[in-house]
């Protein structure tokens, strides 16, 4: 008996799994409601605080409320553009919800990833139930083949026939939030999951290789005209209509509506803009007010989003900043390491570059070359040197907004440095297969000989130079294409990138030698120097 009892529960509970993984998507609202958005954000922030690291895991993790209901459905990987538009779905499913996806874009121009001009959207596909429910994973599968960064290239002020799948919020607060995409319209995506109370915007990032990063937003995603619609970006509210009611309360056939941009509330152009007059929309000269202040845009953003904070305590910053920086340059570390381990620097060397080094048709260079990787990351320490920078300066100047009560900043901040760059050290294996200790100074100082070429040594993917170099057995051959490449590797905007673009002088990153180099601050008024 107690044997029977037995077997009727683990056949309940394979039933109950069987029907768990075989429940359709049932469509049980007509739009998403503002608590709706605000449990896609809560959603969001969960995963994206995990340290999941792939879209596998990520749908694995405890973290995911809903990852008993599709066990075979998790098994599945993506890449930046994708990673939004699989979590946007599958929240959907998984709440009942309405969804639709632009399936095509048109352009001109080649690649549909780098058009000169925008893309338009020219199709669509509304997820709608036509009674007995919605397939969810074979919806989900279907539309993860059809998007990718083309699509989200599309003019921001567009009002086209068939609408976006995004629109571009204001920079305020609540505005971007867990669930605000950022596009880099060199082909890059990500998904703000955390915007802290300074306005701090943390994103994961997804990459070929299908692993998962984390980073905060700056300047490593570049501003954009609004005609090519790159930066923060929403999505766009829809409703179902012409629906009728099944036996169960699910709504059955009707069509997706689009809110236009005119009548979201939060629909605004001053990420590309600026605040003040600008009848060109030139975003080259969009300029930036708050509260009458002039600022840089990426401050900018961090004030708005943060409803005005505009106090900065450099010790802070830099203790925050580099962290950020370890954490990337680690991801970096795992990402060279994939190429070794799968035997790529071993192979023959491509007889040229791709026409466009940040995207190529070569499955092994769009895999393992690292060289949109790499830029943004040139970028976060030519940001982080700037930023510093313009805070000491306002501090020299006794500036309110430097929150900083100490006695002596520049030993603080060396102090800080010094915390920080100890605990931010990286050791690869060399040709030889001995270990080699980099510092945060080391990687610092040889971030523009960092090597974004797969199929050159270890050496040089670490820009070794000297003894450290000796031990690469590089030909002639691959060391003239290194050499060849330096200004591609002193690229900041990815403009180009073509072999013959770049440029020959790098911009400062030495944030150790800015602030040895701190100069006095500016005595109070009436305050002789000698007294100060």
């Not at 109950?16 to 449990?39: F, M, N, T, V, Y």
């Not at 005119?262 to 152009?269: C, Q, T, V, W, Y």
Request: proline share 5%; hydrophobic share 35%.
């Amino acid at each position: 008996m107690r044997r029977l009892a037995r077997l009727v529960a683990a056949l309940l509970l394979l039933f109950a799994a069987a029907a768990a993984h075989a429940a359709p998507w049932r469509i049980l609202k007509d739009r998403w409601s503002e608590a709706d958005e605000q449990g896609f954000s809560d959603f969001v922030k969960t995963i994206g605080s995990t340290n999941c690291s792939s879209s596998e895991s990520c749908l694995r993790n405890p973290a995911n409320p809903y990852r008993d209901t599709d066990e075979n459905f998790v098994d599945i990987d993506v890449d930046c553009a994708k990673l939004p538009y699989l979590l946007r779905a599958y929240y959907a499913w998984k709440n009942g919800l309405p969804f639709s996806y632009v399936d095509a874009v048109g352009g001109a121009g080649g690649d549909l990833r780098f058009t000169e001009h925008a893309n338009r959207a020219v199709s669509r596909h509304d997820v709608v139930d036509h009674g007995g429910g919605i397939n969810g994973p074979a919806t989900i599968r279907a539309m993860l083949g059809s998007v990718f960064s083309g699509t989200y290239r599309t003019d921001a002020s567009e009002e086209g026939r068939i609408a976006s799948d995004f629109y571009a919020p204001a920079l305020q607060p609540g505005s971007i939030r867990p669930g605000t995409i950022v596009y880099d319209i060199n082909g890059h995506v990500g998904l703000i999951y955390k915007v802290d109370s300074h306005g701090r915007a943390y994103y994961m990032e997804a990459h070929p290789d299908f692993t998962i990063s984390r980073s905060v937003y700056g300047a490593q995603f570049g501003q954009s005209s609004v005609h090519l619609g790159g930066g923060l970006k929403n999505w766009r509210p829809l409703r179902l209509e012409g629906v009728r009611q099944s036996g169960d309360g699910a709504l059955v056939g009707g069509r997706i509506v689009f809110t236009r941009n005119a009548d979201i509330p939060d629909f605004s152009l001053v990420q590309y803009v600026g605040t003040e007059p600008n009848p060109d929309q030139d975003v080259r000269q969009a300029r930036f007010f708050y509260d009458g202040l002039e600022l840089g845009f990426y401050e900018y953003v961090r004030v708005a989003v943060s409803g005005g904070r505009m106090d900065y305590n450099p010790v802070y910053e830099v203790k925050a900043t580099m962290r950020t920086l370890c954490n990337d340059l680690k991801d970096r570390a795992q990402y060279v390491n994939l190429a070794f381990s799968d035997g790529i620097a071993d192979k023959p060397h491509p007889s040229r570059l791709p026409a466009n080094i940040y995207s190529s048709d070569s499955p092994e260079w769009e895999s393992y070359a690292t060289p949109a990787r790499d830029a943004r990351l040139r970028v976060a320490f030519a940001q982080f040197y700037s930023d510093l920078s313009d805070m000491i300066e306002l501090w020299r100047q006794r500036d309110p907004r430097i929150a900083y009560d100490g006695y002596d900043l520049k030993a603080d901040l060396e102090k800080a440095y010094m915390k920080q760059a100890a605990v931010c050290s990286l050791t690869y294996l060399n040709s030889d297969k001995q270990p080699v200790a980099l510092s945060f100074d080391d990687i610092t100082n040889r971030l523009f000989r960092l090597s974004f070429d797969p199929y050159q040594c270890i050496e040089l993917r670490w820009g070794a130079d000297g003894s450290e170099r000796e031990t690469c057995h590089d030909s002639r051959d691959r060391l003239r294409w290194y050499d060849d490449e330096q200004t591609l590797r002193n690229e900041m905007d990815r403009a180009d990138g073509s072999p013959h673009g770049g440029s020959d002088a790098p911009p400062p990153v030495d944030v150790k030698s800015l602030i040895d180099g701190m100069g006095a601050r500016t005595p109070f008024q009436g305050m002789s120097a000698v007294g100060r």
